[in-house]
């Protein structure tokens, strides 16, 4: 069955409205010649007459008359959606959306960004779940709404993001460590304990990759799979971890953070969104807060 032309719903309205084809003809646009096809149209598709010439005029059939409201509303409603989103009040929004980010993330960013959001909209709600492997899966099927992270291939055509921030790797020790005194050279790095962090259980990294040029291996004795798992094993033992410095400001308090003795990777944490979201105003309201937050300076101190 072939679809009908939505169209003439629009045609069929201001027919009804004008009562002329002369007059609606020139309100779409159209010669009376081809705005008089499109009434023969309209009648064919509906099945009457619709407008009638009992004199002079046009007069609406009982059937056009039924029609009219109804046909308004559809071309009214089809208006509405296809008009750009009004001015969004986020004072109004009551909306829970779903962050998805790496180990450390909410700590460091989410008091902040809770109580931004809290105070501009209220009814918001904020639920956060940490990222346990990479893939576009969830923000498809909409389980969550944005995700944190560092893109190391190219994305999906339906997935979009934007950079927030540049993170860089340092060192961490509990403040007793050996490491803590005397300078730090690529070597006493290397020759102590290590926890190194991967979600994917691998032996070696950025940190291993920028490491090699000096001709030093680290010494990795234990991997787990967050920085939150490793910076809780240097803080109660002689390990050393590598970790990103903005991610783990709030994870590392009371801990001997040091500079790397060798060029130490850097790497950029995106915000990432479905591409059906994009023009949403409540989810651009969203990611605004979101890079909002994330971009402030920000004066990280060391012990």
């Known amino acids: 069955m072939a679809r009908p032309d939505l169209n003439l719903l629009l045609t069929l309205d201001v027919l009804l409205e004008e009562g002329s084809v002369t007059r609606a003809g020139e ?10 096809r499109q009434l023969a149209r309209l009648r064919r598709a509906t099945g009457d007459p619709l407008l009638v010439r009992p004199g002079r005029g046009l007069v609406p059939t009982p059937r056009a008359v039924e029609l009219r409201d109804r046909v308004r509303g559809l071309v009214r409603e089809a208006e509405e959606v296809l008009r750009p989103a009004d001015h969004l009040d986020p004072a109004e929004l009551s909306r829970t959306f779903t962050v998805r980010s790496s180990d450390g993330f909410v700590e460091r960013f989410g008091p902040e960004l809770v109580a931004e959001i809290g105070h501009a909209a209220p009814e918001v709600r904020l639920r956060f779940v940490r990222k346990t492997k990479k893939d576009t899966d969830p923000l498809r099927d909409g389980t969550i709404d944005l995700e944190t992270g560092v893109i190391e291939r190219a994305l999906p055509p339906d997935i979009v993001s934007r950079p ?38 691998m032996g070696e990294g950025l940190v291993d990759q920028a490491l090699h040029p000096t001709g030093h291996r680290r010494d990795v004795v234990t991997v787990v799979d967050g920085f939150g798992a490793a910076l809780a094993l240097a803080r109660a033992s002689d390990l ?64």
């Not at 309100?27 to 008089?36: C, H, T, V």
């Not at 790797?169 to 490491?179: D, K």
């Open 164 to 201: 927030l921030f540049t993170d860089r790797f340092i060192g961490v020790v509990r403040v007793e460590h050996p490491l803590r005194a005397g300078k730090i050279t690529a070597a006493r790095y290397a020759a102590a304990r290590h926890v190194h962090v991967s979600r994917r259980g």
């Open 27 to 36: 309100r779409l646009a159209l010669s009376p010649s081809a705005m008089s």
């Open 240 to 303: 050393v971890a590598t970790v990103p410095q903005q991610h783990t400001v709030i994870l590392r308090q009371g801990m001997h953070s040091f500079d790397l003795p060798f060029r130490a990777p850097e790497v950029t944490v995106s915000l990432l969104w479905h591409v059906r979201l994009d023009a949403d105003p409540a989810h651009r309201w969203l990611r605004g807060r979101v890079l909002d937050v994330c971009a402030i300076d920000r004066t990280v101190k060391d012990e």
